[in-house]
């Protein structure tokens, strides 16, 4: 039976409207999270620390540290020491960006816009912005914001900055910051009725001869503070005129901290997530302060818990470019963040009493303050010796006559025991962090005991073992030992690692996690040493199989313990160990090492290293590493800054006293003891005292040459110029001297007996 046609067509109309009602619901509905989820309120300052904070100088700051989670700031900009203006550019631009830097290097007072409406001096953040290499784009988190509709309110004159569009405009709303805590506490409960987004400038604590200074700008601020402006704390006055007298940092936090509690105290009746972030130093470079309550953009609440982030992986820890993906994620704009080189900033799990969490924040604050008054003097020392090491080794390695008689024999002993411990040095500085030095009362004294005491242990197993016996035995141990402490270290959160004078340091906001550039040089040549020394007696038994096998297992767990995301994370490393690696393989295997092969290999480490890229690349932006960021860096066309960035480094550092005479001097005595001293025409080995060495020991000369190619490849790979063959060299150098010596002292199987002939060679495949 046939329908009427009527009904037909008021039922298809009534679908239609249906639909087209539906979609228009959709596409101009306010997305849920606007109405459900809270707004966003950031209270920055610069220069705070958290042993500014005590019950009664700051309550507010005290108070956030019971009810919620807090952390550490590494508040590095494009300078190891950042300025206040710094630090909000990093939240406008979700990246490192700083301020011109003055003649004399004081920092800018900030001031609030003037009549045009500009923030002053943006011309010059964003000249200082493109003459870097980071890529920054100053008024990044404004457009946003624009571009969103999301409704904002920034108040001070560091919040222009951070809330300002690629012109300077502040986006929103700006008000100077009020003089009372009643007034601000006001402001920002008004500011939170209709803004997703608050920014309170809580202002900038300078040390003492630090004090930040005004500049000329364009535009020109208001020439006259209205009425409500906010009064910086004056100096004393003095009965004498000629004395120059600051506000002390604890005056300078009381004013920031009734700042702090009035932002609160507006932002409770809304339910705001609110972070407190000091952004910059205060003059002297140090972590700096951080704490949050409410919600985290994963919905778990800031509460007793330390802070953390995938920048950093470190419990207690987050950076400055953290607070961007933070805000963006936070008022539901978290697909602008996933291209920033931050991350969110996240509460880690429920930890002990806020007592104990705040004792542990300070704890890391020392640390990080207190290894950086060691490391410099630590490399110092370790060139210093290094060099009287080498000129001690050229002399007594190369006297002829016969190593019973005195005074040589004497002088062999103390200079392999030397050796060994020098090459043990390294790996001793960070198992230092094993014991806290940094809480004694003399910490710098309780440091070198403690590197001391490691260096003695790690020499005296070296010596005593059955090991001691073999030429590279004892060279071995010092090389295994330092080889177990770095790859143990990288799968279990590089403890050691952070914050030991060979590695990388919190404050210097370089790495965080994984493998540094020096742990990897180190990794490098005791990883091919103790290759060595394993194979060498493998193949004196003729088991040249077992041999290879050894040399290229090893290699493989390097590789993928150095370049893994989640171990050690290294984009530079990988390259390198593979080439030296499968160089020393061929050679153990008895076949010949050909430009071919060489260059197969160097493909083939490419693709590893890629492939380790991508794969940190397709987990999602907030689990990504170093690898899968610097392949998103290249997909955004920022890989030419990057490696202009790197270059620019190794420029830097090519120059530095320190690493020059450890490289210089270790490739002269290697030289000298793997060539000889004066090598006939045609011949490569000299006929000096060490001529027998390489004879006695014939992977000797593959494994330095292996040694000396990874040692190049993270050279040209790495962003520490020199720095990576240096510390290599460092290790590798007193191992061949210790070998050396005990050859020279007439070790079972140090050269006296008959030479073991070379592994066999097969003809290079015709290319």
């Keep these: 039976m046939l329908t009427p046609a009527r009904p037909r067509a008021s039922v298809l109309r009534g679908a239609v409207l249906t639909l087209v009602l539906s979609l228009a619901g959709i596409l101009f509905a306010t997305p849920a999270h606007a109405a459900d989820e809270p707004p966003v309120l950031l209270v920055g300052m610069t220069g705070v620390r958290w042993d500014d904070v005590t019950t009664l100088t700051t309550p507010a700051l005290w108070n956030l540290s019971r009810e919620g989670s807090v952390g550490l700031v590494a508040a590095r900009s494009v300078a190891s020491r950042s300025c206040p203006a710094d630090g909000w550019l990093a939240v406008s631009s979700g990246t490192r960006a700083a301020d011109v830097r003055a003649d004399d290097g004081t920092c800018r007072t900030l001031r609030d816009p003037g009549e045009s409406g500009e923030v002053p001096g943006w011309d010059d953040y964003v000249s200082a912005a493109e003459a870097e290499s980071y890529g920054a784009q100053p008024g990044f988190l404004g457009d946003m914001l624009a571009e969103s509709g999301t409704p904002a309110t920034g108040i001070g004159p560091g919040a222009a900055i951070a809330l300002a569009d690629a012109a300077g405009i502040p986006v929103g709303t700006h008000e100077t910051l009020p003089t009372t805590s009643t007034a601000l506490t006001r402001a920002v409960r008004e500011a939170l009725d209709g803004s997703r987004l608050v920014v309170v400038d809580a202002g900038s604590l300078r040390d003492p001869g630090y004090a930040t200074a005004t500049r000329p700008s364009t535009p020109q601020p208001t020439a006259t503070a209205p009425d409500d402006a906010l009064e910086e704390p004056s100096p004393p006055e003095v009965s004498t005129p000629d004395a120059i007298v600051e506000p002390s940092r604890a005056i300078q936090a009381q004013v920031i901290d009734a700042r702090i509690g009035a932002a609160i105290a507006g932002a409770q009746r809304s339910g705001a997530t609110v972070l407190v972030v000091s952004l910059a130093d205060s003059g002297r470079t140090s972590l700096q302060l951080a704490a949050a309550t409410g919600l985290a953009p994963n919905g778990e609440p800031y509460v007793d818990s330390l802070l953390t982030s995938g920048s950093t992986r470190q419990a207690g820890l987050i950076q400055t470019v953290d607070v961007t993906p933070t805000l963006l994620d936070g008022i539901g704009l978290d697909n602008s963040a996933a291209s920033l080189s931050g991350a969110v900033i996240l509460p880690g799990p429920p930890t002990g009493t806020a007592t104990a969490r705040v004792a542990e924040i300070l704890d890391i604050q020392r640390h990080a303050t207190m290894v950086t008054r060691v490391s410099g003097v630590y490399s110092a020392r370790l060139v210093l010796v290094q060099a009287v090491l080498f000129i001690a080794a050229a002399i007594i390695l190369t006297r002829t006559g016969r190593s019973d008689r005195a005074p040589l024999r004497p002088a062999l002993r103390v200079l392999r025991i030397s050796a060994l411990a020098l090459a043990a040095a390294p790996v001793a500085s960070f198992l230092t962090n094993t014991i806290p030095w940094w809480r004694s009362d003399m910490p710098v004294a309780a440091f070198w005991w403690v590197l001391l005491g490691w260096v003695a242990v790690i020499t005296a197993v070296a010596v005593v073992g059955p090991w001691r016996r073999n030429l590279l ?74 041999a290879t096998a050894v040399v290229a297992g090893l290699g493989l767990l390097i590789v993928i313990v150095d370049g893994a995301p989640g171990l050690g994370s290294d984009f530079g490393g990988p390259p390198a160990l593979i080439l030296a690696f499968a160089m020393l393989t061929i050679v153990v295997s008895g076949r010949k090492v050909s430009w071919r092969s060489v260059a197969l290999i160097g493909l083939v480490g490419a693709v590893v290293v890629g492939g380790f890229a991508v794969l940190d690349w397709m987990r999602p932006a907030a689990d990504r590493t170093h690898l899968g960021r610097f392949f998103a860096t290249v997909l955004d066309g920022g890989l030419w800054d990057v490696v202009g960035r790197k270059i620019a480094v190794n420029l830097r550092v090519l120059t530095s006293w320190r690493y020059l005479v450890t490289a210089i001097g270790g490739i002269a005595l290697t030289w000298l003891v793997v060539v000889g001293g004066r090598p006939r025409r045609g011949e490569m080995m000299g006929q000096g005292p060490l001529a027998g060495l390489t004879r006695a020991v014939p992977l000797l000369r593959p494994a330095v040459a292996a040694i000396t190619a990874a040692l190049t490849v993270g050279f040209l790979m790495n962003d520490s110029g020199i720095v990576v063959p240096a510390t290599g060299i460092a290790l590798a150098v007193p191992c061949l001297v210790a070998a050396a010596a005990q050859w020279r002292l007439g070790a079972p199987d140090g050269g006296l007996a008959e030479p073991v002939a070379e592994p066999a060679r097969q003809p290079a495949p015709a290319d």
Excluded: E
Aim: net charge positive; glycine share 12%; proline share 4%.
């Design 473 to 546: 035995g004892p060279a071995g141990v010092v090389a295994g030992v330092t080889v177990a402490v770095l790859v143990v270290d990288a799968c279990t959160g590089s403890t050691l690692v952070i914050d030991s004078p060979m590695g990388a340091h919190r404050v210097l906001a370089a790495r965080f996690y994984g493998m540094s550039n020096q742990a990897f040089a180190l990794l490098t040549a005791a990883g091919l040493l103790l290759a060595v020394a394993i194979a060498d007696p493998l193949l004196r038994r003729g088991r040249r199989g077992i």
